[in-house]
């Protein structure tokens, strides 16, 4: 690979997008939407609970298989051709986003359910999302949770707040309404570009606080 090639791959570094099985499946589909879009590459791995959260909250079934899940969550998103997908089986420790030598923009989890907090805090690996996760954590990259659950326990916020000293942020899925929503995708949007702007990517047309 020439020089040029390699600040090329520098500048389009892929996202980890991973799903945990929280409430709000809609999170990560909008996130998809706007990153796809703007053409970003991203490397998705959701968790294994997260199939039966998707049948719960959408009716329908999330296919187990690399291939099929990419059509399925580009469907979701409504993007068919931009950007790069490439979608992760939930127990493939092998995967590229499994190694430290993968280089990455970093990665969300969204929405973060408090059991995956949990592990990631205690430096479990036991799947792919989380092993991406101690990955990130060990090669002092930047992991953003968003998590989402009601109300926090003492344990809950324990885990949350070990992680934020570790350097995680945490971003959790609370809207605002100072911009004004006026639907459901208004509010899950405001969250969305919370959280990226934690990777400093702006790609979603946020009515943005511009003072009084
Ligand atoms: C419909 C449904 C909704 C759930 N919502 C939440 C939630 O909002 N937050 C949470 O922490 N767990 C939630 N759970 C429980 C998690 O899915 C469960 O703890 C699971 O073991 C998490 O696994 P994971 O963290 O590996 O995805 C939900 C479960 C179901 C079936």
């Not at 344990?155 to 070990?162: M, S």
């Amino acid at each position: 690979m020439s020089i040029v090639e390699l600040e090329r791959s520098e500048l389009t570094k892929p996202l980890i997008l991973a799903i945990s099985g929280a409430s709000g499946l809609i999170y990560p589909v909008r996130a998809l939407k706007f990153l796809l879009e703007a053409d970003y590459t991203i490397d998705l791995v959701a968790s294994k609970s997260t199939y039966m959260v998707w049948q719960a909250e959408q009716d329908t079934r999330m296919p187990a298989e690399p291939e099929q899940q990419e059509l399925f969550w580009r469907k979701q998103a409504g993007v068919e051709t931009p950007g790069k997908l490439r979608c992760h089986r939930w127990g493939d420790v092998g995967a590229t986003i499994a190694s430290g030598s993968f280089r990455t923009q970093g990665m969300i989890v969204m929405p973060c359910s408090m059991s995956t907090a949990a592990k990631i805090s205690a430096g479990l690996s036991s799947d792919l999302l989380e092993r991406a996760a101690d990955v990130q954590l060990k090669e002092g990259k930047k992991l953003i949770l968003v998590p989402r659950e009601t109300p926090f326990s003492l344990v809950h916020l324990r885990n949350l707040t070990a992680l934020a000293e570790t350097g995680v942020t945490i971003v959790p899925a609370i809207p605002a309404w100072y911009h004004h929503p006026q639907t459901i995708e208004d509010l899950v949007d405001f969250v969305v570009a919370r959280t990226l702007d934690q990777l400093d990517i702006n790609c979603i047309p946020l009515k943005r606080w511009q003072g009084h």
